[in-house]
Nanobody, 124 residues
C-alpha cells in the first residue's frame, strides 16, 4: 500500500481549475506537516504549498500565491490542493509530501515520505 496516494490530476485549459487530493496512509499519519511540490520537465523540483499539522498555518510558493489553496482533513487523513486560474506554466508532475515534523519549510530536505506524483497539464 502506498504511503501517500495522489489523485485529481489531468488536462485542463488555461484559466480552469483542478483539485488534487492526497490520501495519507493511516500507519504513517501523525502530527506532521504536509505539502505539495512539483517538477516540470527539465526543471528542478519546486515548492508549491504546505500546511502545518493543525491546519492553522499555510505557506505557498510565490508563483501560486492567490491561486492555490491547501487544506487538510485529519479525520479523513486527506490533504487537498485546490488550484484555480491555472496557467500553462503550472504544467508539471505534482507530488504530495509528508514532512518529518509538525512544521513545514519550502525545502524538500525535511520530507519523510513522497507520493508517486500526478500529472497536471494546462493547455493554452
Amino acid at each position: 500500500q502506498a504511503q501517500l496516494e495522489e489523485s485529481g490530476g489531468g488536462l485542463v485549459q488555461a484559466g480552469g481549475s483542478l483539485r488534487l487530493s492526497c490520501q495519507v496512509s493511516e500507519h504513517i499519519f501523525g502530527p506532521r506537516a504536509m505539502g505539495w511540490f512539483r517538477q516540470a520537465p527539465g526543471k528542478e523540483r519546486e515548492f508549491v504549498a504546505a500546511i502545518s499539522w493543525s491546519g492553522l498555518h499555510t505557506g505557498y510558493g510565490d508563483s501560486v500565491k492567490g491561486r492555490f489553496t491547501l487544506s487538510r482533513d485529519n479525520a479523513k487523513t486527506m490533504v487537498y490542493l485546490q488550484m484555480n486560474n491555472l496557467k500553462p506554466e503550472d504544467t508539471a508532475v505534482y507530488y504530495c509530501a509528508q514532512y518529518r515534523s509538525a512544521y513545514y519549510s519550502d525545502s524538500d530536505q525535511n520530507i519523510a515520505y513522497w507520493g508517486q506524483g500526478t500529472q497536471v497539464t494546462v493547455s493554452s
